[in-house]
């Protein structure tokens, strides 16, 4: 089997600081790919040497300044970490996915000072925040790298570097994470949360209590308080979840039900947490068996039945319009108030032909619906505007 210097040659500039170093240790590298390779059968050859062409080798380049025993101890660990994500198919351009790989070119080339200061914290933190975004369907990844790419200068350090990738990973749909990332995005500076949150510049309002506004309210951006000029709009603000025929979540319609803080939804076969907010809304698999002993599907009373809608109405009709536009205090419960009305302050929703609601629940802040019809769900909320 040809050595890594020898695959690499062709195109790898010699002159470069990767080469440099696969030259003066090419025993030492050859004997970690064989031994990866006998670990990991499936390792190939030709895919290593494009991760290490395409990828690691321009993040090397960032880094030649650095003194050469410096140098060296990052050379192990990108090396040692691109073999073992080569040999499971996460890095490589041949292993259908590129998804750390682009993490890894965009992000770490401008995170060099803390590729400098522990190479492999940084390393683990954009991979492991790169798969865990990419295993989301509402989550967006480039969104994340590119903003990441741009904030990671101004981290001082891998904690605040995590910090804010969680705000930002927060922001660009992991709804999930809303709790911790309000909590990571306290302790941050103002200067820093600002371009975290998607805002220009930080607000006059301190930024404890900016995080705690937003916590309060699940429908309130981030833009919307910093202007100080907003108006919360009742409606229909998200459809999540699908027959698992078609990669979805559910074998079949589900309920929903509102316990211990968060909503929960069941297939009968499954619980799924289910968060939802002003950037996105996802579904993540409930830990068993205690959920499942604690909660039951909360179904429909009759009356409650005929608060919304048929499925097909408002699957066709409802989702991503206003509903009614007067305006409300943000700290309205939403409520159903009649046999055809949800409320919250002074707005209101009239649904007629509300038949196939099977279940549905309230946190005060958002309402979410189970219909028989169908596999997703329907989340109403007072949106303010971004």
């Keep these: 089997m040809a050595n890594v210097e020898e695959l690499t040659a062709p195109r790898l500039d010699r002159t470069s600081a990767l080469a440099q170093a696969l030259k003066r240790r090419r025993a030492d590298f050859n004997l970690r790919f064989v031994q990866a390779r006998h670990a990991k059968p499936t390792l190939d050859a030709n895919i290593f040497k494009s991760v290490l062409l395409d990828t690691v080798a321009p993040i090397v380049q960032t880094l030649s300044h650095l003194p050469s025993d410096k140098l060296d101890t990052i050379i192990d660990g990108l090396y040692d970490v691109a073999l073992e994500l080569t040999g499971t198919g996460f890095l490589g351009n041949d292993s259908g996915s ?23 914290g940084i390393v683990a933190a954009v991979s492991n925040a790169a798969y865990n975004l990419s295993r989301v369907p509402e989550a967006n990844l480039q969104l994340w790298i590119s903003d990441m790419s741009r904030l990671a200068p101004y981290c001082s350090d891998i904690a605040m570097f995590r910090e804010a990738g969680k705000v930002v990973a927060w922001r660009c749909g992991m709804t999930h994470y809303r709790e911790s990332a309000l909590d990571s995005c306290a302790r941050l500076s103002w200067e820093l949360a600002a371009p975290c949150l998607g805002l220009s510049h930080p607000s006059g309002i301190p930024l404890a209590e900016f995080c705690a506004r937003l916590k309060q309210d699940p429908w309130l951006y981030p833009s919307a308080l910093a202007g100080g000029r907003f108006e919360n709009v009742l409606k229909v603000t998200r459809q999540i979840g699908a027959f698992r025929g078609f990669g979805g979540q559910f074998l079949r319609p589900p309920d929903v039900v509102f316990s211990r803080g968060n909503f929960f939804a069941t297939d009968g076969g499954g619980w ?23 909660l039951k599907p909360a179904k429909a009373t009759s009356k409650a039945a005929s608060v919304l809608q048929s499925t097909r109405e408002i699957i066709a009709g409802a989702f991503g319009q206003t509903l009614v536009a007067s305006a409300t205090s943000i700290n309205a419960d939403i409520v159903l108030h009649s046999e055809d009305t949800i409320t919250s302050g002074a707005q209101k ?25 169908s596999h997703r769900l329907l989340v109403i909320g007072r949106s303010s505007s971004p």
């Design 349 to 373: 929703v009239t649904i007629p032909k509300p038949d196939c609601i099977k279940s549905y629940a309230t946190d005060g802040n958002t309402m979410v619906l189970a219909t028989a019809l």
């Design 272 to 294: 799924w947490v289910l968060s939802a907010d002003v950037f996105g809304s996802t579904l993540c698999r409930a830990g068993e068996p205690d959920v499942v002993a604690i």
């Design 98 to 120: 590129t998804t750390i790989d682009s993490a890894w070119s965009s992000i770490l080339p401008a995170a060099k000072h803390l590729m400098a200061l522990d190479c492999g």
